[in-house]
Nanobody
Framework: QVQLVESGGGLVQPGGSLRLSCAAS????????MGWHRQAPGNKRELVAF???????NYTDSVKGRFTISRDNAKNTVYLQMNSLKPEDTAVYYC???????????WGRGTLVTVSS
């Protein structure tokens, strides 16, 4: 069973930075693709960034150039570095682990990021 724990959320001013962390259980972390999703009040959950087991990354257009996803397989941890934050980035951010099969998907409980006006 894969367990995920997010941390690093909080209140930040527009233009500021935060780094989210997601610690994953298990010894097969390196085989999973890892993603960050977010959900704002009244909105659907959306994919923000994804990194494959091989280290390839993908970002939604609204965060390109501002966010960076990375992973440290030795620490079983994935990160989301968020720079130049905007009020529109306010949401609960969730960590997701995607296994080799499409039905092997695991979620953390989320961490709240609030970017004030």
């Amino acid at each position: 069973q894969v367990q995920l724990v997010e941390s690093g959320g909080g209140l930040v001013q527009p233009g500021g930075s935060l780094r989210l962390s997601c610690a994953a259980s298990g010894s097969i972390f390196s085989m999973y693709g890892m993603g960050w999703h977010r959900q704002a009040p009244g909105n659907k959950r959306e994919l923000v960034a994804f990194i494959t087991s091989g280290g390839r990354t993908n970002y939604t257009d609204s965060v390109k150039g501002r966010f960076t996803i990375s992973r440290d397989n030795a620490k079983n941890t994935v990160y989301l570095q968020m720079n130049s934050l905007k009020p529109e980035d306010t949401a609960v951010y969730y960590c997701n682990a995607q296994g080799p099969s499409m039905d092997m998907s695991y979620w953390g409980r989320g961490t709240l990021v609030t970017v004030s006006s």
